[in-house]
């Protein structure tokens, strides 16, 4: 059993998606973080840093109970643990793995910088706003590429697809403003209508 600490935000949703595409048996826990429930002391002591996602894997190696934090090392932990969603081949695997840091570094920080900027910064900039943008649309437009001719990111259906889509969702209106990134928004379709994304994405909803 895995215990799953998220709340709405793309990096909770992208630990829900992998717990929900692997069938793992678990409980999810919604933290209020505007009410500060990161920062009570219960949680702390599973991830001291405060944020989200968290999960405690009850059957972890060994047995043993595992606690775990950042969201791209759920998705590489639980794709070792259930042997799914991990390319085998090793240049796939490679892929696989550059896409993921591509989804969780680049775009991720772009995203969460436009948030901050836009909701707590105390001066608020429209030009800071629009080069933030700009900055996101750059990042989407080389998963864009990518996709030409592919129906994933690398190879079958993987973790580098489960780290981006999220934030295809969180900034879907922006993609839809370019209006120009057809190969992300049929990606993002056919994301979409995995049954495991769906119940992933009303869970951390």
Same mark, same amino acid.
């Given at each position: 059993?895995? =215990?799953?600490y998220?709340? #709405?935000?793309? #990096? ?49 190696? =060994?047995?043993k ?39 969780t570094?680049d775009?991720a920080?772009?995203?969460?910088s ?13 030009? #800071? ?21 592919r ?31 057809? #190969? ?5 379709a ?5 049954p ?10």
């Amino acid at each position: 059993m895995i =215990d799953l600490y998220t709340a #709405n935000s793309s #990096n909770g949703q992208r630990a829900a998606i992998m717990i929900e595409e692997c069938g793992l048996p678990h409980t999810v826990h919604k933290l209020d973080l505007f009410g500060g429930a990161q920062r009570l002391p219960e949680y702390l002591k599973i991830n001291p840093a405060g944020t989200i996602p968290a999960i405690v894997d009850h059957d972890g190696p =060994d047995g043993k109970p595992l606690i775990m934090a950042q969201s791209g090392a759920i998705l590489l932990y639980l794709a070792m643990k259930t042997g799914r969603f991990f390319p085998r081949v090793a240049a796939k695997r490679a892929e696989a793995f550059q896409w993921l840091m591509q989804a969780t570094t680049d775009i991720a920080a772009s995203s969460m910088s436009l948030f901050l900027l836009q909701r707590f910064v105390p001066e608020k900039s429209q030009a #800071n706003d629009a080069w933030f943008e700009e900055r996101i649309i750059q990042q989407l437009r080389v998963a864009d590429a990518r996709l030409k001719g592919r129906q994933f990111l690398a190879g079958p259906v993987s973790i580098a697809d489960f780290a981006l889509y999220p934030l295809a969702v969180v900034r879907q209106p922006l993609i839809e403003r370019v209006g120009d990134l057809q #190969n992300l928004t049929r990606w993002a379709a056919t994301m979409a209508l995995r049954p495991g994304v769906q119940r992933a994405m009303l869970a951390a909803a």
